[in-house]
C-alpha cells in the first residue's frame, strides 16, 4: 500500500483542511447522504490510488469533504476491514492520510455487539478504551517516522473529547453508555462462550473494527473518540442467532438519534 501516492490524491482534490474526520461505521452511512446534499466534494475510494472496491453490504465507500453545522468535516463512508483479507496498511490508510493532511481528530463510528447484561440495542456507546484480540498491532512493520515506535496508550480516547459527547447528549436529550470496546477479527461472530470470557475480561461491546485505526491515529497524534451503535445483544444472550441483517437494521433505526448526537457535538466542537 502506497499510503503517499493515496494522500497525493487525496490532498490535489481536498477543497480544505478539514478538522475532524468521521468514520462512519455499518449502518451509519445516512450522515454522509444528507452532508453530500448540503456542499461537498465526494471522492470515491475507487479513485484513490491503491483502494479496492468496497464489499461488505452497508459500506457505501467514500470520503466526502463538506460542512456540517458549519465546521468543516470529512466524513469517510465505509472502511477496510482486516476480515476482508486487507492488510492492516490499507485497513488503517486513512488515518495516514488525515494525520498528513493536518486533521486535528478522528470520530470513529462502528456497528457493536452488546456484552453488557445492562445495554439496550439501538442504544449508543461512547468509547471509553478498548482491547484489542485482533491478534496483531496496526503498527507492526518499521516505524512510520516521525511517529513513535511505541505509541501511548493510556488515554486513546481523549478525555476532553468524550466529555464534549456526554454534553451534546445531555442537550440531545439521548441515553448514552460508556464502556469498553473489545476487537475480534471477525469475520465470524463470536461463540457464547467468547462472550462470557469477554465480559470476565471487562469488555462492554465487541466489534470487527476501530481498534487498528484509533491506534494508527493515536501514532499520527490525532485526537480520537469512538461511538458505538449497540446493534445486537452478542452471541448468546438472547435465545436466537445473529445475522448481519439484524446489526444492519439496527444501525438503520439508530441512525436519527446518531446524527442527532453527532451533529450537536461538531458544533458545539472544541479542539
Ligand atoms: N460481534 C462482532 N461484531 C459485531 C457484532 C457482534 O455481535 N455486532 C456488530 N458488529
Known amino acids: 500500500m502506497d499510503v503517499q501516492a493515496a494522500f497525493q490524491a487525496l490532498k490535489s482534490r481536498a477543497p480544505?483542511?478539514?478538522?475532524?474526520?468521521?468514520?462512519?461505521?455499518?449502518?451509519?452511512?445516512q450522515l454522509?447522504?444528507?452532508a453530500e446534499a448540503v456542499?461537498?466534494?465526494s471522492i470515491p475510494f475507487t479513485e484513490i490510488p491503491g483502494f479496492p472496491q468496497q464489499t461488505v453490504l452497508g459500506h457505501a465507500g467514500k470520503m466526502i469533504f463538506c460542512e456540517i453545522e458549519g465546521r468543516k468535516v470529512v466524513l469517510q463512508a465505509g472502511r477496510f476491514h482486516f476480515y476482508e483479507g486487507h492488510p492492516m496498511a490499507l485497513c488503517t490508510a486513512p488515518m495516514r492520510m488525515y494525520g498528513h493532511l493536518g486533521v486535528k481528530a478522528v470520530l470513529h463510528t462502528n456497528a457493536a455487539g452488546a456484552v453488557n447484561w445492562n445495554y439496550k440495542v439501538g442504544e449508543l456507546m461512547l468509547i471509553s478504551d478498548h482491547i484489542n484480540l485482533q491478534g496483531t498491532n496496526s503498527l507492526i512493520?518499521?516505524?512510520?517516522?516521525?511517529?513513535?515506535?511505541?505509541?501511548?496508550?493510556?488515554?486513546?480516547y481523549d478525555r476532553d473529547?468524550?466529555?464534549?459527547?456526554h454534553a451534546a447528549a445531555i442537550a440531545c436529550d439521548q441515553r448514552l453508555q460508556?464502556?469498553?470496546?473489545?476487537?475480534?477479527?471477525?469475520?465470524?461472530f463470536e461463540t457464547p462462550a467468547e462472550?462470557?470470557?469477554?465480559?470476565?475480561?471487562?469488555?462492554?461491546?465487541?466489534?470487527?473494527s476501530t481498534v487498528p485505526e484509533v491506534i494508527v491515529a493515536r501514532h499520527e497524534g490525532m485526537k480520537v473518540?469512538?461511538?458505538?451503535?449497540?446493534?445486537?445483544?452478542?452471541?448468546?444472550?438472547?435465545?436466537?442467532?445473529?445475522?448481519?441483517?439484524e446489526v444492519l437494521e439496527a444501525g438503520a433505526a439508530a441512525a436519527e438519534r446518531f446524527e442527532g448526537l453527532v451533529r450537536r457535538f461538531v458544533r458545539d466542537l472544541k479542539l
Open 161 to 165: 473529547l468524550r466529555h464534549q459527547i
Open 178 to 188: 460508556e464502556g469498553v470496546y473489545l476487537a475480534v477479527t471477525g469475520p465470524s
Open 16 to 29: 480544505f483542511v478539514p478538522e475532524l474526520a468521521i468514520v462512519l461505521g455499518s449502518g451509519l452511512g
Open 32 to 34: 454522509a447522504h444528507c
Open 141 to 156: 512493520g518499521p516505524n512510520v517516522e516521525p511517529g513513535p515506535r511505541f505509541v501511548d496508550m493510556t488515554e486513546a
Open 225 to 245: 473518540v469512538g461511538i458505538s451503535c449497540l446493534c445486537n445483544m452478542a452471541a448468546g444472550m438472547l435465545p436466537q442467532p445473529l445475522t448481519h441483517t
Open 195 to 208: 462472550i462470557r470470557a469477554f465480559r470476565a475480561l471487562g469488555a462492554d461491546a465487541v466489534g470487527m
Open 39 to 41: 456542499v461537498g466534494v
